[in-house]
DNA sequence: GAGTACATTTCGACG
DNA sequence: CGTCGAAGTGTACTC
C-alpha cells in the first residue's frame, strides 16, 4: 500500500464525468493497483476512486488510472507532501454478525411473539417471485405471511402486498394476513400498511436475543 | 488526517457486531475524528469504519471511537509501523455530471423517440407524492407518463403505479397511460410491468447522444 | 429533520 | 456469470 499526500486536481471519465479542482488529498494505492482519492472529511466513500482490476501508469506530473471497460482517473500533481509505502500482507477478513437474518431466525424460534397459539410453518417459504420470510398460522389455523426489515420502510409494505397476492391465490392458504414485522417502522409504511390491511409488529431485538438467553439458562 | 499503518485487531459493536483479527492494516483518521480501517485490497469500502460525528480516545494499545448512538470501534494495536499527520484543508468538492438527469433531458428533447406524433407536456411534471419524470401526449392527444430509470427494476414499476393512479384521478388527464424507460430493464420489472398494462421502453443513451451531437453537427 | 431517490453504489447469496 | 436483494449503506434534494 501506498500512502501520497498531495496537492492535486482530480478527474474521472467513465460512466460519469466528475471533477476536483486543485486541493491537497489523501491519494491511497492499494495493492491490487486500485487508487482512492480521499478528502479530510466526508465518509467512508473517497472523493474519487477506481476499483479493480485497473492499471497505474505515473509520468512526472500525471497518474493515469485505467480499466478494462476504458473508464480513467485522471490525478494532475501539483506537488507531492508525503509519499511512503508499506507491506500489509494479506487480510484475514472480517468476521459479521448480520442484523436481519438473526431477526429472523430469532422471529421464527420465537413466533408466540405474535401472540399464544400461533405456528410456524416454515421460514422462507417459496412464492413465484421469491420466498416470503415466515409462514406461520395463527390460533384459528389460518395462514400469516411475516415480511421482516431492519427498517420498515414502504417498499418492504410492497413487496409484502406482492407476496399476499400471490399466496392468496392458493386455494389450500387463502385467506392469508400480512405481517410486517421490523426493529424501526416509518410512519409512511405504516399509513400504507393500514391502508392494505396489514398488521405491523415492532420488534426488540434485544428482547428477541434476550429470551434466547434466557433458554439457555435453562441448561 | 492521520496516517496510521498497524498490526491490530478490531471489532465493531453497533448495528451490528464485527471482529477483524490481528494483521497489518492502515488506520485513517480525519479531522472530523473519523477512522477508516483499510486493508490492502478490495473496493473504495473499509473493513471496518465509524462515520462521524464520534469521539476518538487513545490510550498505549487500545484506540475506542465512540458516537452518540454509543456504537463502538475497538482497536487494540500491537504494533506502529508508520504514523504520520497532515494538514489537508477544507475540499473544495466534487463537480458530477450524472446519468439519469442526463437521460431524462435527452428524452425530453427526442420525444418522438417514442414514436412520431409524440408531444411534450413538461419534465418533472408534479404530482401529490412528486414529480413524475416526462408527461406527454401521444398522437391522438391521450397523456402519457414517463418513469426514467438508469436500470429499470420492480421499484421503478411500483413508483410508476403510483403516479398513474394519482394521475389517472385527474379528469383532465385520464386515461394516462405509463411508459417505463431505461437503458437497461430487468426481466421482473418487464413482467410487472405487462402485468399493470405499463409499456417499456430501452433506451440507447449512446444513440440518444449521437442524436443530440449530430444536431450539433448542422451548426 | 424526515422522507425519497440515486449511486462510478459495493457486497454477498443463489441459481 | 448474471440476477437479486441488503447495506453499519452514503449522499443530495425536497418538504
Redesign the pocket.
Known sequence: MRLVVARCSVD?I???T?HLPLATRLLLVKADGSVLVHSDG??????????PPCALVETDTTWTVTNKAG?Q?VITIEAVEHDSAHDLGVDPG?V?D???AHLQRLLAEQIQTLGDGYRLVRREYPTP??PVDILCRDPEGLAVAIEI???G???GVE?LTRYLDLLNRDPLLAPVRGVFAAQEI????RTLAQDRGIACLVLDYDALRGLDNKEDRLF
Not at 416509518?186 to 409504511?189: I, S, Y
Open positions: 474521472y467513465g460512466r460519469l466528475a466526508g465518509s467512508y466513500k473517497p472523493l474519487n476512486w477506481m476499483s473508464e482517473l472480517l459479521k448480520g442484523v436481519e417471485i421469491g426489515k431492519r427498517r420502510e414502504i417498499d413487496q416509518k410512519p409512511q409504511a
